[in-house]
T-cell receptor, first 113, second 115 residues
Framework: QKEVEQDPGPLSVPEGAIVSLNCTYS??????FMWYRQYSRKGPELLMY????GNKEDGRFTAQVDKSSKYISLFIRDSQPSDSATYLC?????????????FGTGTLLAVQP | GAVVSQHPSRVICKSGTSVKIECRSL??????MFWYRQFPKQSLMLMAT?????????EQGVEKDKFLINHASLTLSTLTVTSAHPEDSSFYIC???????????FGSGTRLTVV
């Protein structure tokens, strides 16, 4: 079993839809949770950074962490064609400088105009 | 914001030759840099973690003699793929971090093709 599971998609939605992206994990030591957006042939770009459980909102993006269920989500409101990309969840057990991130496989999202 | 520059963005080399990829933090000092490899439609696989002035820590299964990592300064880390073979063709991405409590900033990646 992988430490982090993520549905690879592809997920296709119409413009303006609410998108829900999810990851599950098995390591209860994870405390730091991130969502990255990666366009084709580019490096990942940080979207959201959350510590422990709870919700965090930034513009059209909302990140949720439920540590009791080992489940994290990213919601995108009013989705736009420019949101079409691969979304990667990532997590780590501590905030130490050398602590490595464990990534999900990524979900490919296509927002249709 | 934090910016990481990675060069080259794309490189084609002949089998048996070596290729060097540079990763630079432009507006911050990176105490730690990470090197990843990404296969098509797959996630990022961590290859090694490097700290400025010390030897890199390689992940299990990564050949340290084949993938040479140097982190000689707080703003530059290099990955050299030695004696490259077609199976080394992949997308290589670096990430830099200023320190504990800071985020991970990624470079734009290098597409390596070995022919």
């Amino acid at each position: 079993q992988k430490e982090v599971e993520q549905d690879p998609g592809p997920l296709s939605v119409p413009e303006g839809a609410i998108v829900s992206l999810n990851c599950t994990y098995s390591n209860s030591a994870f405390q730091y949770f991130m969502w990255y957006r990666q366009y084709s042939r580019k490096g990942p770009e940080l979207l959201m950074y959350t510590y422990s459980s709870g919700n965090k909102e930034d513009g059209r993006f909302t990140a949720q962490v439920d540590k009791s269920s080992k489940y994290i989500s990213l919601f995108i409101r009013d989705s736009q064609p420019s949101d079409s990309a691969t979304y990667l969840c990532a997590m780590s057990a501590s905030g130490g400088a050398t602590n490595k991130l464990i990534f999900g496989t990524g979900t490919l999202l296509a927002v249709q105009p | 914001g934090a910016v990481v520059s990675q060069h080259p963005s794309r490189v084609i080399c002949k089998s048996g030759t070596s290729v060097k990829i540079e990763c630079r933090s432009l507006d911050f000092q990176a105490t730690t840099m990470f090197w990843y490899r990404q296969f098509p439609k797959q996630s990022l696989m961590l290859m090694a973690t490097s700290n400025e002035g010390s030897k890199a820590t390689y992940e299990q299964g990564v050949e340290k003699d084949k993938f040479l990592i140097n982190h000689a300064s707080l703003t530059l880390s290099t990955l050299t793929v030695t004696s490259a073979h077609p199976e080394d063709s992949s997308f290589y991405i670096c990430s830099a971090r200023q320190g504990a409590g800071y985020g991970y900033t990624f470079g734009s990646g290098t597409r390596l093709t070995v022919v």
